[in-house]
């Protein structure tokens, strides 16, 4: 099986250097989808000013070397000098089944690149808020795009667990008891954990055996390695990984304590970074503090922005160890391609540092290194989602509220089935409406957060799509098939079986777009489509109640990949199928 675009592509290229000479056989022949045809090549166009003919011409030329009889019905010169591609039916049927046997379900095998994955990366000792949300979807849908396109994906949650809160933190930590029901906060409510010992810190006295001069001193034994001070950070560590597994959990995201490359692991390599950055006359000293100046980088009146490489009292900053981290996955994991899934503010500070580690020669030319800039979640509005004290909203709190939200809409649409059965579809559904609604919108955009909207079983959402699957599934239990041993004749007749037919032929051009181009929502965007031709495809195409035997197998085969299709597209963004709705 092929994408139509890309034979139709290679073909077209090929006219191009039989009649216009080699240097023209690799031009872009620009196929478009057409509302006059399957497809449009309008390369013709584009090529004439080049040719220093007409547009109409240049068509003409390429139509005399086009060979393209075995996969079009109909080829034609229209307007200024569009050709018009009609796919034949018998090649789109073929092409269709052919995806029945393919467990990739067309989609390309890459060539193998190593790519670290940076995203979510919540805070040690912290509630994961409203704002982890897309950093952890967007990720992981990432992740398992280019998983599956075949490259090997190194997860990395780089979360925040090293740094002067440490010793305020590992005080508090002491003075309730390690084993304490405070201390078990760190893994239920880390916020209230975090705060009680700001407060201590902010109330303590000014003696030299008070919290604060403790704390401060407790920073310096973590900064140098005391045995005891990292017994007891390792301690808060394990706590708060207990706290971040759970919410994962919820989410049914791909994140484990094997991906966990926190801050502290380049904490050793700090000193170095600074070292060589001074010593190949990178890095200067400005008002006491070590930093960086790079052409094109400045701020108001044209001053230059400074990355500050290490602060005027000798501590490391995020520049320091981002740029550690830049080295570690040049030298260490071998990267091809580094990607950060990280809050769009960062976008300047990662050029920053990118170009800094290009200039010490530690990112070569051929490593790419990528910000996939993620937009703010709204409230209705249109500010920052926030509770209404002005908190960030917890994230297991709205998890958990999306859930709900999802259990009395269950419980209302299906009372025939039992209750763990209907719990199961609440969660499934729950946070797949979550997570959908932030992977159906482009990742650098803002959207406003909006459950019920989110839950609507009608328009771009995840119960939508999840239905559409589900609804497959009920088609085979009630004509007791087994949609895996499908392997019937695919034929397509009928508008609806056609459009169906090329929608899926569509999915591995998709999925491999998503992947080059870090954008999610195109598979979104894809799968919604797909539902909708699912929909039209049902109101003309009768599946069990075919009229003849031979129909009824071509379109239990059609809907069989149709099911494949949608329950991949959705694993690929995270989102589960139930097989009830």
Known sequence: MADPQEVLSRRVQSALGAAFGAEFADTDPVIRPSQFADYQANAALALAKRLGRKPREVSAAIMEHLDVSDVCRDVEVSGPGFINLTLREDWIAEQARGLLDDTRLGVPEQERRNIPLDYSAPNVAKEMHVGHLRTTVVGDSLARTLDFLGHNVIRQNHIGDWGTPFGMLIEHLLAVGEDSPEADLLTTDPNAFY?????????????????????????????????????????????????????????????????????????????????????????????????????????????????????????????????ATVR?????????????????????????????????????????????????????????????????????????????????????????????????????????????????????????????????????????????QARIRSIFRKGEVDPSGISGRITVSEDAERDLALKLLG?????????????????????????????????????????????????????????????????LLGVESPEFM
């Open 195 to 323: 705060q009680a010992a700001r407060n201590e810190f902010d109330t303590s006295g000014a003696g030299h055996d008070d919290f604060a001069a403790r704390a401060r001193r407790r920073v310096v034994a973590l900064q140098g390695g005391d045995e005891e001070t990292l017994r007891l950070w390792r301690k808060l560590v394990n706590l708060s990984k207990v706290y971040f597994n759970k919410v994962y959990a919820k989410l049914g995201v791909t994140l484990g304590d094997e991906d966990l490359a926190g801050e502290s692991g380049y904490n050793a390599m700090l000193a170095d970074v600074c070292d060589e950055l001074e010593t190949k006359g990178i890095a200067e000293i400005s008002d006491g503090a070590l930093c960086v100046f790079l052409d094109g980088f400045t701020g108001r009146e044209d001053k230059p922005v400074p990355l500050i490489i290490r602060k005027s009292d000798g501590g490391y900053g995020y520049a320091t160890t981002d740029l």
């Open 328 to 468: 570690y996955r040049v030298d260490d994991l071998k990267a091809d391609r580094i990607l950060y899934v990280v809050g769009a503010p960062q976008a300047m500070h990662f050029k920053m540092v990118w170009a800094t580690a290009r200039k010490a020669g530690w990112l070569p030319e051929s490593v790419e290194t990528t910000h996939v800039q993620i937009g703010n979640v709204l409230g209705a509005d249109g500010k920052i989602l926030r509770t209404r004290s002005g908190a960030p909203v917890r994230l297991m709190q709205l998890l958990d509220e999306a859930v709900e939200r999802a259990a009395a809409v269950v419980a209302e649409t299906r009372p025939d089935l039992d209750e763990a059965t209907r719990a199961e579809i609440a969660r499934k559904v729950g946070i797949g409406a979550v997570k959908y609604a932030d992977l159906s919108v482009s990742h650098d955009t803002e959207y406003v957060f909006d459950f019920d909207r989110m839950l609507a079983l009608t328009g771009n959402t995840g119960p939508y799509l999840q239905y559409a």
């Open 507 to 571: 999915f591995g051009a998709v999925v491999e777009q998503v992947g080059d181009l870090l954008q999610p929502h195109r598979l979104s965007t894809y799968l919604f489509d797909l539902a909708q031709a699912l929909t039209t495809f049902y109101e003309h195409c009768p599946v069990l109640t075919a009229e003849t035997d031979a129909e009824r197998e071509s379109r239990l085969a059609l809907v069989a990949v149709a099911l494949r299709v949608l329950v991949r597209g959705l694993d």
